[in-house]
């Protein structure tokens, strides 16, 4: 079975420019979720979706991040502008439903803002 | 608040010589407490799901255990592979759809 997939790997951007990532989650799965995960930090979550409709985004900055699931599978994450304190590693993961404990994780993009 | 707290930040041991890695959680209800292993430059995998107090889970050198505020991850005889970071997550009981992560513990064993 495929894992979930992410792209690009890496991104580097100068501050206030715009930057999407890419995330197609495993086949069937209907819950999808981005994390931020900042050095030496756990991952904290940002946004939740179910099918394409958001279940949480209550830790989304909304004034510069934006996320969008389209027909349920493949989503983006997107920052506009850019901040350093957004540098970090963006994980998307996803499971089988709603609340189920086992997350399947991506590899991550890491993003550094300069 | 912290919801979750890793102890230590970091482990060093020898082979063989066994450990515990500490995890506290300050929600008032949980409704499950998940260990993952994240491996440098890659997402974290999943290894355990807590439910109650009491509860184990085991899985090859690893043992998970639970109480009221706190688990416990139990590595017997380590190996250098398993060396990582080892992440704890709580999801509360309130809110189903949060899941909140500890910072972690950088384990790494020397052969």
């Known amino acids: 079975e495929a894992g979930v997939a992410q792209s690009p790997r890496y991104k580097i951007i100068e501050k206030r420019q715009s930057v999407a990532f890419w995330c197609n989650p495993i086949?069937?799965?209907?819950?999808l979720y981005w994390y931020q995960q900042i050095l030496g930090q756990g991952p904290k979550l940002l946004i939740q979706?179910?099918?394409?409709?958001?279940?949480?985004d209550s830790q989304l900055p909304k004034d510069r991040f934006s996320a969008e699931r389209l027909k349920g599978v493949d989503s983006t994450l997107k920052i506009q502008p850019a901040k350093l304190e957004d540098s970090a590693v963006y994980l998307c993961a996803s499971s089988s439903g709603l609340a189920i404990s086992e997350q399947f994780f991506g590899p991550g993009t890491r993003l550094t803002v300069l | 608040e912290d919801q979750v707290t890793q102890s230590p930040e970091a482990l060093r041991l020898q082979e063989g010589e066994s450990s515990s890695l500490n995890c506290s959680y300050t929600v008032s209800g949980l409704r499950g407490l998940f260990w993952y292993r994240q491996d440098p430059g890659k997402g974290p995998e999943f290894l355990f799901t807590l439910y109650s107090a009491g509860e184990e889970k085991e899985k090859e050198r690893l043992k998970a255990t639970l109480t009221k505020k706190e688990s416990f991850l139990h590595i017997t005889a380590p190996k250098p592979e398993d060396s990582a970071t080892y992440l704890c997550?709580?999801?509360?009981?309130?809110?189903?759809?949060?899941?909140?992560f500890g910072s972690g513990t950088k384990l790494n064993v020397k052969p």
């Open positions: 997550a709580v999801q509360p009981i309130q809110d189903f759809n949060k899941f909140y």
């Open positions: 979706f179910q099918n394409n409709g958001v279940v949480d």
């Open positions: 086949s069937g799965h209907a819950t």
